[in-house]
């Protein structure tokens, strides 16, 4: 027995008083009563000091727990990862019942794939982790916090022991300490012949434009041989040499020219005669070529729209416009738009011209929003029929990258809509299309297009394959958060649509609708429309009625043209798209076109918000004749507004970089007048302008060190005079290759030095955005720069080590298990005794004895309370002979004066004499009573015997008188 409490059995010292105090000091018939409860109290004493002394008992048991540590990094080859997984699971095969078993998997990190347990079956490995290194220790340390208590533990580690990451023997002496045995099943690595490899490549991270540089290259290999070197940027080959390569270390410096205006990604490959990893024979370098800003317009090329309309190239004023003002424009269209942060970061500004959102995919719309708010980039949207909220933005990345939203809030200016979707519900729409099916993004779309209505609309949602199921509707579009809900729960049916049931089920949702503008979305397959009869007579009808009709088909097929025909019927526009991806957008563009109100065409001065360097030098502007409306953003700066109060020019700073919108377009339809304006060309400069990143010229020099786990990003920061830019607050964001940010504060670590450790996930490319700021708060430097972790370091070493693990084996008192998986569960350690407390049972007793205290103290019981407590209880279920009940002692003398009475009465021949009279009852027979005198006592008379009977008689005469 053990106490968590020890000092709390000093109260036992206080046994003696109570003995002193409670002592007997009675008669000899309650001393034993006493004592009883003398010692009925000391025992709840020393419970109860045992309970507050934390009473525990200890045991031991034979209970074995295992645990494998399997590796899972880059140099584990497929066959010893397999190798490895079916020795795992022949050892637990061979468990005992009372063994328990559990299996890490570790690279760089370890996760559990089998948490603790007894049962003696493994499933296929299914856990990741990150195989970029082999962190053998922090797998020991999550398989220490594994094991259960009180039982007997061994671990056993499956790895080649070439360990990159971490201090195993330190952990190996942590899990000594603990009792734990460390055994290993060493697996091989791949044989390695001859082999070279690329160790280092660098490059400076930034240089002028036509500048000469040198990338300095650092390879080894492990014997003579020759090889060839290539350099690659942009996926074109600038450099390309043989050279002859010497065991050991061989350094190269290739000599280019930076040619234009670019964040360069130069690619160094080797390419040797004799090789036995491929993974480490290339390495990759970024450099910033500076020059004039970059700007990339994007616009149409007349390309046509879904019902067949061109769309004209607007792009050639504002092009001439900003290339008039000294800036570099490259000019692509929106199948063109680079959906990479490499691509996208050559560029100083992006200008986006009157595009229509199902023409950006949502990757390449997240591409730039972090190229905007992450990398510190520049975005200018110019508006159109196709922009905005008539092009779809509504609830996408690129509306929350931009200063304006894209619903009016002002409710007033909209008439009344009732809006019905008829959604293709059929097995087509069950299809995956990424990690959504096609029926999931229909529902998104149709619960935008709830959120863009205003309270007082009416949106009716109908999905149908041969019959309507599932309606949700009429609602007024107040009740939002039911509508979604009940939305977002269709899914796929079977079979096609049936069209001509959808629009009959249509009609009657709008048949009571008092709303002004009635309006009917049809998303149907354009393969698989069916009953297709009396369509058009119907749509013709709902046109008498004043409801129109869009039809959207989703995917190719010979039902387009008839649904092309039919939004023609129905006086509403057609949209073709053979992504459901674009379903949100394109109901979104339907409900701002319904709602009217969101295009305004009319003859208009733009009034002045805030003054903004986007107006410098600007006293006056012509008029415009339209824009799409919008709504400005809390935190946005409205320099434009209209008549009507909707911003025209607005800008903002989001994350690191800064965004324009100007919500009316720059070609003749709308903007006729400021085409052949003469402050057009410095407006739009000055527009674009604004956006570039300021303090482009300062001397900042970023570079990234990896070693074992964690990345250094060191920047050195100087002004234009070299001198040294101390006490700045400096930040960056790393951008990985999966797209996710990590934010770095970078502390002062010298003088015009900033340091901040990451660290790397996965192999590939890490784009790096440094800015910081003054104590005034302005900014004093400002750079985008990359890094790439180009191979895995596990491919930087070629041999096993297996007496690593030998020595871990050793430190712990373990062995090579290779030979028997069955021996992980040898019983041969001894367990970990546990300890139960025990203090509450205790307690418990203590206060059962209580109440028996209590009873020797206060009750008086005697053996014949026993023996009726006992007959009262248990006595009655036991047979018991017939007696003679006895008689009490006054009874028995009754019959012995009974029995004297006959001996001495008279023979039996004689007559038997009277009986006993009173002597005045025998004188005054048959005379009347005398008349009793007050206050006098009748004397009594004498007794006729000295008999027992004749006594009691006295006495009750006695007390009669009495």
Do not use: C
């Amino acid at each position: 027995m053990t106490f968590t409490t020890p000092l709390a059995l000093l109260l036992l010292l206080t046994i003696p008083f109570f003995v002193w105090v409670g002592r007997p000091r009675r008669t000899a018939v309650s001393r034993r009563r006493d004592w009883a409860a003398l010692g009925v109290r000391l025992a709840i004493i020393i419970l109860i000091v045992l309970s507050l002394a934390g009473a525990q008992w200890r045991q031991t048991a034979d209970d074995l727990a295992v645990i494998f540590l399997v590796d899972a990094s880059d140099s584990i080859s497929p066959e010893a990862a397999e190798q490895a997984e079916n020795y795992v699971r022949t050892a637990v095969e061979s468990m005992e019942p009372n063994d328990q078993a559990a299996v890490i998997l570790f690279g760089a990190d370890a996760l559990v794939e089998r948490p603790m347990s007894r049962l003696a079956e493994l499933p296929p490995f299914r856990s990741q982790p990150q195989p970029l290194q082999t962190n053998l220790a922090e797998a020991i340390r999550l398989g220490l916090a594994l094991f259960p208590a009180g039982t007997a533990r061994r671990m056993v580690i499956l790895s080649d022991g070439a360990e990159t990451a971490g201090d195993a023997a330190e952990a190996a002496r942590l899990a000594a300490e603990s009792g734990v045995e460390i055994s290993y099943v060493p697996l091989a690595r791949q044989e390695v012949g001859e082999e070279a490899l690329l160790t280092r490549v660098d490059a400076p991270s930034r240089i002028s434009q036509g500048e000469i540089f040198n990338i300095e290259v650092t390879a080894e290999s492990t014997a003579d041989m020759p090889a060839t070197l290539r350099v690659l940027s942009g996926g074109a080959v600038v450099y390309e040499e043989p050279v002859q390569l010497r065991a050991g270390v061989n350094n190269f410096s290739v000599r280019l020219r930076g040619l234009e205006q670019e964040f360069a990604r130069y690619r160094v490959q080797l390419d040797p005669a004799q090789d036995t990893y491929y993974q480490n024979n290339e390495l990759a370098a970024f450099t910033e070529v500076a020059g004039p800003p970059r700007v990339l317009l994007v616009a149409n090329d007349g390309t046509v729209a879904d019902d067949g309309t061109p769309l004209p190239d607007e792009s050639p004023p504002l092009l001439l416009a900003l290339e008039a003002t000294g800036l570099q424009v490259d000019r692509i269209t929106p199948a063109d738009f680079p959906a990479s942060l490499a691509q996208l970061s050559n560029y100083d500004s992006i200008v986006l011209v009157n595009l229509n959102a199902k023409n950006l995919s949502p990757r390449k719309m997240e591409t730039l929003q972090s190229y905007v708010r992450d990398l510190g980039g520049g975005l200018v949207t110019v508006g159109g029929p196709q922009s905005y909220g008539m092009g779809g933005y509504f609830r996408t990345p690129l509306e929350e990258t931009l200063p304006v939203e894209m619903q009016i809030k002002d409710q007033e200016r909209f008439p009344s809509v009732s809006m019905v979707i008829v959604i293709d519900r059929s097995g087509s729409m069950g299809a995956s299309e990424g990690s959504v099916t096609k029926i999931q993004l229909a529902a998104e779309g149709a619960a935008r297009v709830v959120e863009l209505l205003n309270d007082f609309d009416e949106i009716t949602v109908i999905p149908v394959d041969t019959q309507p199921s599932g309606q949700v509707g009429p609602l007024p579009a107040s009740q939002r958060e039911e509508a979604i809900n009940l939305i977002r729960q269709i899914g796929a049916g079977g079979g096609g649509i049936y069209v001509r049931t959808g629009l009959e089920a249509a009609a009657a949702a709008l048949a009571q609708s008092p709303n002004q503008v009635k309006h009917i979305i049809l998303l149907a397959d354009g393969a698989d429309s069916e009953e297709k009869e009396g369509a058009p007579e119907l749509i013709e009808a709902l046109q008498a009625e004043n409801v129109t009709l869009t039809a959207v088909s989703i995917g190719d097929g010979p039902d387009v043209p008839w649904l092309r025909q039919m939004a023609e019927l129905g006086g509403g526009r057609f949209h073709f798209t053979d992504r459901a991806a674009n379903l949100p957008q394109i109901f979104t563009q339907e409900t701002t076109n319904i709602q009217r109100n969101y295009l305004v065409e009319e003859r208009f001065f733009p009034e002045l918000g805030t003054s903004s360097p986007i107006l410098a030098g600007i006293t006056a502007v012509p008029p415009l004749y339209g824009y799409v409306g919008t709504s400005p953003k809390d935190t946005a700066q409205v320099i434009l507004r209209t008549p009507q109060g909707d911003p025209l020019l607005a800008a903002w700073q989001y994350g690191l970089g800064r965004a324009v919108a100007w919500t009316s377009d720059a070609t003749g339809r709308w903007a006729t007048d400021w085409v052949t304006w003469e402050g057009f060309a410095p407006f739009w400069a000055q527009a674009v302008r604004w956006t570039i990143s300021e303090q482009r010229d300062n001397a900042v020099q970023t570079a990234v060190t990896y070693e074992g786990e964690s990345a250094t990003l060191a920047v050195d920061a100087a002004d234009a005079n070299g001198g040294f830019l101390n006490n700045l607050t400096l930040e960056a964001n790393v951008v990985r290759p999966d797209g996710t940010v990590e934010n770095l504060t970078l502390p002062q670590t010298a003088p015009g030095r900033y340091e901040a450790d990451f660290t790397p996930t996965e192999d590939g490319a890490y784009f790096i955005r440094v800015a910081g700021s003054d104590g005034a708060g302005d900014t004093a430097v400002g750079q985008t720069s990359g890094w790439v972790l180009g191979y895995s370091p596990e491919y930087s070493q070629f041999e096993a080590n297996p007496e690593l693990l030998a020595s871990l084996a050793e430190t712990t008192g373990g062995v090579d298990l290779t030979d028997d998986p069955a021996a992980a569960f040898t019983h041969n350690l001894e367990s970990e005794p546990t300890t139960q407390p025990i203090w509450p049972w205790l307690l418990l007793a203590a206060v059962l004895l209580l109440p028996l205290d209590i009873a020797l103290r206060r009750l008086a019981v005697s053996r014949r309370d026993w023996q009726r407590a006992w007959a009262a209880t248990f006595g009655r279920f036991q047979r018991q002979p017939v007696q003679r009940e006895e008689r009490t002692e006054q009874v028995s003398r009754l019959f012995q004066a009974k029995r004297r009475a006959k001996t001495t009465a008279a023979p039996p021949e004689q007559a038997a004499p009277p009986p006993i009279q009173r002597e005045d009852a025998v004188k005054t027979a048959g005379q009347p009573a005398p008349r009793k005198e007050s206050g006098k006592k009748r004397p009594s008379s004498p007794p006729a015997s000295g008999s027992l009977a004749s006594q009691l008689l006295k006495k009750k005469q006695q007390k009669r008188d009495e």
